[in-house]
């Protein structure tokens, strides 16, 4: 059974003046980080007692700090600074800060709070600080099970993202991916799931199978992706939470890239037969399939606007491979990429103003975006072989997967899991247990 964290409210945000401390701009990049202070969330000794009994850690408070803290400065808009350099105890900065001393280590903004054993539950309390104006901006309280510590540190982060740059965090979310293992020409690859962090990985299959392309549901935690089963494709269904799993249909052919719709009621994939392959959809309630091209050439990774009233997907109608968009019933087909190079896997911004897309230009991969009228293509990364990225659900990060060029032996082959800020700037490898690829970014499980 899904544990769901109870929210209350210790004080009402103080209604001050709605401001940004920072602003970002996506074109240039954010090149100078706000320093701010994330402080160890202070406990008293009875609490930390506890905790090291249940949760077999030494210091919670300092746990929950360091992870706010790392997940801050890997947004890459924040400068967390050395806890070295802070002159106030957690307890005391907690009550009452002394500005004039965050101030001296050049802060500009500051994170407190504290932790507590209540009732057998955590209690976690946080405020946000303007070091600058001597302001409270935020001050906000969860209780919740004790094994839930590490989702508190998240949603801590992602309301200090929000206050501090007017826009959603993506920390308390989970990424789903192919765990891969073994050589090259004989991998074996399963479902696998993590915190955004890389946290908590867990297998969610054993492997007989081979699994590729799982997607998020964009409203609930449930899961499509490709099997094969007896050498067959079929497209299957995973809830997260149940572990249930059922088989979305049988189909003729070849069936790749199963996404969901923005609703979540309908998949929509491509079938490949006969040399061509058009993409179709289906409604999960009442499993009507519904064609939406009908082309004499390959047509495949669909993926849905937002609002659901158009489709991105790559088509080779031109002669190579393209990106179009077109309405959700396949009429009104335009193509918007035009640059040099074979474009694919375009996949619709959660915000609705960009698509991103891998392309493939004089050897070399790339991940990139574009307007969704085809205008302002941006080249993020570079690299021998890179594809399938996905969106955080702020539309601000990407993930995707990057392979390794093998020797003359075959040897030295590897799939890593990148993530790149939309500024290009931030690119940082995201840690897996094993080989990585075709990953998807859950939307905020604090929803």
Wanted: hydrophobic residues 35%.
């Amino acid at each position: 059974m899904k544990k769901k964290l109870i929210f209350i409210c210790l004080f009402l945000i103080i209604p001050i003046k709605a401001f940004a401390l920072i602003e970002v701009d996506i074109t240039r990049g954010n090149l100078n980080p706000l320093p701010l202070a994330v402080s160890p969330l202070s406990i008293d000794e009875n609490s930390k007692k506890s905790f090291e009994k249940i949760l077999d850690k030494e210091n919670i408070g300092s746990e929950i700090s360091i992870i706010v803290e790392n997940n801050l400065r890997t947004s890459g808009l924040f400068n967390p600074l050395n806890k070295d350099a802070f002159l106030q105890a957690p307890d005391i900065a907690n009550l009452k800060p002394r500005f004039e001393d965050w101030n001296l280590i050049k802060a500009q903004a500051l994170i407190t709070g504290k932790v507590a054993y209540i009732d057998e539950k955590l209690r976690v309390e946080f405020r946000l600080w303007d070091v600058l104006a001597g302001k409270e901006m935020m001050a906000l309280a969860f209780t919740t099970v004790p094994n839930n510590w590490r989702r508190v540190g998240h949603i801590i982060s992602d309301k200090i993202y929000e206050r501090l740059t007017g826009e959603k965090g993506y920390f308390d979310t989970r990424i789903i991916y192919v765990a891969e293992e073994g050589p090259k020409t004989q991998r074996k690859k399963k479902l696998a799931i993590m915190d955004q962090d890389g946290a908590n990985n867990k297998f969610l299959t054993l492997g007989n199978e081979l699994v590729l392309t799982p997607r998020f549901n964009p409203t609930s935690q449930m899961v499509t992706y490709l099997s094969y089963f007896k050498n067959l494709p079929r497209v299957y269904l995973l809830d997260i939470e149940t572990g249930t799993q059922e088989v979305v249909g049988d189909f003729p052919g070849m069936t790749f890239a199963p996404r969901f719709s923005p609703d979540g009621k309908k998949i929509i994939m491509s079938f490949a037969k006969d040399g061509k392959s058009d993409i179709f959809t289906m409604d999960l309630e009442n499993r009507i399939v519904e064609r939406i091209t009908n082309h004499p050439s390959i047509d495949t990774s669909p993926s849905y606007s937002p609002n659901g009233k158009f489709i991105a997907f790559n088509s080779d109608r031109s002669g190579y491979q393209q990106i179009y968009i077109m309405k959700n019933d396949g009429s009104d087909v335009k193509r918007i990429s035009f640059g040099n190079g074979i474009y694919g896997t375009p996949v619709w911004s959660p915000r609705g103003d960009l698509i991103a897309f891998t392309k493939l230009h004089n050897g070399k991969f790339y991940i990139g975006v574009m307007r969704t009228d085809g205008t302002g293509e941006r080249l993020l990364t570079e690299n021998y072989y890179q594809e399938a990225p996905s969106w955080s659900p702020n539309g601000r990060v990407l993930i995707f997967y990057r392979e390794t060029k093998t020797n003359a032996k075959g040897e030295g082959f590897s799939a890593k899991l990148w993530s790149i800020d939309l500024t290009g700037y931030n690119e940082r490898l995201v840690t897996t247990p094993t080989d990585a690829s075709d990953p998807s970014w859950s939307s905020l499980l604090s929803n």
